[in-house]
């Protein structure tokens, strides 16, 4: 396996890797994927082995157009008012396939719906184009574990398991992509992301609603609640720091107190990060999994998060945050 910068030469090699039914690291602007031939049934079956993903999780299709999306899935007037509003970009949609669709089975597990998204990364997009096919590409982690939003996260996870790793940096979302269901009576969101409903609601002239959070019966069979998770426990709103705990700071530092006496910015060194400490959800979202994966390895007795604003994209955040502190 290899990591290699991003060269016109680089991306040409990564696309004949996904013809003959390789695996490559692909970057796009939410977090990185782990990309395969979507036509390609034996391609999608390693994808399921390299992550020990259950294959009853259906996968995300990676398309350059809106064009393109409407060779496999149904467009709707929703989803074609949602395409061109937020395509390319971090928003996936759940449509019905097309009659004689060529994706296969296993991508969309077997359901008669499935997951498309044209991502806003000009490296996604060229390779995307230079393959020449659809490419099924979940998050490039281990199932359960959280999201890569680096080259360095993808080689750590899944090191040995992919035949080549696109380096381009860090993902500017880092969030997964909100999930627009629209195969049903009405739109709603099975996992938020960077395009809020609100936003959504706005273009589709409807009330567009975030699915009830019933960890049981999941809409979305990847939303388990229980995920995304660091293997340090994760305690949510904290308004002190315990002894032996690391703090994930949100906004200034003023007001946070060690529990034994003392200030959080004295923290030691590997014990303190701050998702943005001038209060910045964007830039929150962006460094999330890679501060957790930093404290996750500070040997700590678990890691004190600040509340954060449930609002934009901090609702993301938040749902991210609580499958994490999910044990
Ligand atoms: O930002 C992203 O969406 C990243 C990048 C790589 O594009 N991909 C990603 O994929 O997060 P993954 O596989 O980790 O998450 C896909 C989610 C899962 O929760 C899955 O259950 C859901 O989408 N999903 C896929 N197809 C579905 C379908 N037909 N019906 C309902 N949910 C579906
Ligand atoms: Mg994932």
């Given at each position: 396996m290899a990591i290699k910068a991003v060269s016109p030469k680089t991306i040409e090699?990564?696309?004949?890797i996904l013809r003959d039914g390789g695996l490559v690291g692909m970057p796009t602007e939410t977090v990185y994927g782990l990309a395969a031939n979507a036509l390609n049934g034996e391609a999608v079956a390693k994808v399921f082995e390299a992550k020990g993903r259950p294959a009853i999780n259906p996968l995300i299709v990676h398309v350059y157009s809106i064009d393109e999306a409407a060779k496999y899935v149904e467009l709707n007037d929703f989803a074609?008012?949602?395409?061109?509003?937020?395509?390319p970009g971090p928003l996936t949609m759940i449509l019905p396939k097309?009659?004689?669709?060529?994706?296969?089975?296993?991508?969309s597990a077997g359901l008669d719906t499935l997951a498309v998204r044209v991502p806003a990364h000009k490296v996604a997009l060229s390779l995307l184009k230079g393959a020449a096919v659809p490419l099924a590409a979940p998050s490039a982690n281990k199932s359960g574990s959280l999201s890569p939003t680096s080259p360095a996260h993808v080689h750590d996870s899944l090191g040995g398991k992919v035949d080549m790793i696109l380096a381009a940096g860090a993902s500017s979302v880092g969030l997964e992509s909100t999930v627009l269901d629209l195969?049903?009576?009405?739109?709603?969101v099975l996992r938020p992301g960077g395009v809020t409903a609100e936003d959504l609601s706005e273009v589709l002239g409807v009330e567009v609603r975030y699915a009830d959070g019933d960890a049981d019966k999941p809409k979305s069979p990847g939303l388990l609640l229980k995920h995304y998770a660091p293997n340090t426990k994760v305690r949510l709103n904290a308004v002190d720091v315990d002894e032996g705990e690391a703090l994930l700071a949100f906004g200034s530092l003023k007001f946070m107190g060690l529990k034994q006496g003392g200030f959080a910015k004295d923290l030691p060194e590997g014990r303190l990060c701050n998702l943005s400490d001038r209060g910045d959800l964007h830039e929150a979202a962006a460094n999330l999994f890679a501060m957790l994966k930093e404290l996750d390895k500070s040997n700590a007795k678990a890691i004190a998060v600040m509340s954060i604003p449930d609002e934009g994209?901090?609702?993301?955040?938040?749902d991210r945050l609580r499958r994490a502190a999910e044990s």
């Open positions: 090699e990564a696309a004949q074609r008012a949602a395409a061109h509003k937020f395509w097309v009659q004689g669709c060529k994706v296969s089975d296993l991508a195969s049903g009576e009405e739109p709603v994209i901090g609702r993301a955040i938040n």
